[in-house]
Structures are given as C-alpha cells and as structure tokens.
C-alpha cells in the first residue's frame, strides 16, 4: 500500500485545512487509516484515527470537536478536516494504514506510512 497525503499549507489561528490521503492498491477498504502528527522536538503523536467501515473513529483529546476524520472507500482516499485551528497544530502530518480493519489507536498497530505533509498555523 502507496499513501500520498495532500492538502497541508499555511493558514492563520481559526483557519481551517482539509488534508487528504490517496492510498493505492484494492484493499484500501480493509484497512483501518490514521492520521499522525509530529511537531519538531516532539514525539510523532496519534491525531484520529478510522475503522474500516468508518463506524468508529477516535480522536485525541486536543482535536476532538475539532477535527473530523472520515473515508471514501470507493475513491481509496481517507481525508482529516481541520477546523478553529490553532498555532499548536502546527506539525508535520502523516497519514498511515493499519492491516487491523478495526480503528488502530497505537503507532505499532500501523503497516504503512505516508512521506507527511506539513501543517503550519501562524498567530
């Protein structure tokens, strides 16, 4: 499985991006799909993640009411919307797959890593 994230820019503090992740391969529909984060200095961290099926959906405590992850299947694409979005958001990005169709809450459960875009959030 190919990830390749789009999507990541420059805005201002309450802007909002929408970041997208085209995955290749058939069984794009079996996996379960994440989003990570990884600001300089800092651990790469779990932003949201996403079943399969899109039934269930986790989201760390710092995005949540926030973001929103969610999956078109049919276009192999997995998408992160960012809203009210803040200076500490600012990060590099990634998108990762996961052979678990189920939602994958730690980094190790993930196969397949894609080469991040960058997010930067300006005061």
């Known amino acids: 499985v190919q990830l390749v994230e789009s999507g990541g820019g420059e805005v201002q503090a309450g802007g909002s991006l929408r970041l997208s992740c085209a995955a290749s391969?058939?069984?794009?529909?079996?996996?379960?799909m994440g989003w990570f984060r990884q600001a300089p200095g800092k651990e790469r961290e779990l932003v949201a993640a996403i079943s399969w099926s899109g039934g269930s959906t986790y989201y760390a405590d710092s995005v949540k009411g926030r973001f929103t992850i969610s999956r078109d299947n049919a276009k192999n694409t997995v998408y992160l919307q960012m809203n009210s979005l803040k200076p500490e958001d600012t990060a590099v990005y990634y998108c990762?797959?996961?052979?678990?169709?189920?939602?994958?809450?730690?980094?190790?459960?993930?196969?397949?890593w894609g080469q991040g875009t960058q997010v930067t959030v300006s005061s």
């Open positions: 391969g058939r069984t794009f529909s079996s996996y379960g």
């Open positions: 990762a797959a996961s052979s678990i169709s189920a939602m994958v809450i730690f980094a190790g459960g993930y196969d397949y």
